[in-house]
T-cell receptor
């Protein structure tokens, strides 16, 4: 079974703090993704990566950056957390290919005070 | 751009059948996914359609009409554990970055006894 893990299930941070969210997958997937999920807005793509050290902006990259130094790990960084970044953050990974589904981690619920 | 519409909420009775619709207007299309997401958990893959027609998997079936920009997920013999959100997601045509998916806001399905 594919396993995608995220470093924390719940996180509370203060405005202005730098926040790191870590995601690790164990199935040698090329592609990794970071989403945020908000009520009424659904899943929105922040960044994705199709290879080590490669990254592409998603639909809402502002206020975020990412790092992929190793194939199995994809980090999301909030340089200076703000209250509007309070959300559920979901990481996903997939193989390359038209029919390949994305496998999701359990999510990190981030509260920025 | 991508625009995906799903009903926000639906209610159905245990043992019955329910159909969850998804319509999309996208700049290109290369497949449609359905995911199930229980409250507080990660989305999990249900089905993938790229050609017109019905794909059946046990109690769940998914239908696609590319000319109409329309898909539905059909759930039969409903069980209480089917109470969840159902997410429709569209994949763009194959090109750089085609691994991205655009998600609808999801349909929250409640099963009542």
């Amino acid at each position: 079974d594919v396993k995608v893990t995220q470093s924390s299930r719940y996180l509370v941070k203060r405005t202005g703090e730098k926040v790191f969210l870590e995601c690790v997958q164990d199935m040698d997937h090329e592609n990794m993704f970071w989403y945020r999920q908000d009520p009424g807005l659904g899943l929105r793509l922040i960044y994705f990566s199709y290879d080590v050290k490669m990254k592409e902006k998603g639909d809402i990259p502002e206020g975020y950056s990412v790092s992929r130094e190793k194939k199995e790990r994809f980090s999301l960084i909030l340089e200076s957390a703000s209250t509007n970044q309070t959300s559920m953050y979901l990481c996903a990974s997939s193989l390359s290919g038209d029919q390949e589904t994305q496998y999701f981690g359990p999510g990190t619920r981030l509260l920025v005070l | 751009g991508q625009n995906i519409d799903q009903p926000t909420e639906m209610t159905a009775t245990e043992g019955a059948i329910v159909q969850i619709n998804c319509t999309y207007q996208t700049s290109g299309f290369n497949g449609l996914f359905w995911y199930q997401q229980h409250a507080g958990e990660a989305p999990t893959f249900l089905s993938y359609n790229v050609l017109d027609g019905l794909e059946e998997k046990g109690r769940f079936s998914s239908f696609l009409s590319r000319s109409k920009g329309y898909s539905y997920l059909l759930l039969k013999e409903l069980q209480m554990k089917d109470s969840a959100s159902y997410l429709c997601a569209v994949r763009p045509p194959f090109n750089f970055g085609n691994e991205k998916l655009t998600f609808g806001t999801g349909t929250r399905l409640t099963i009542i006894p």
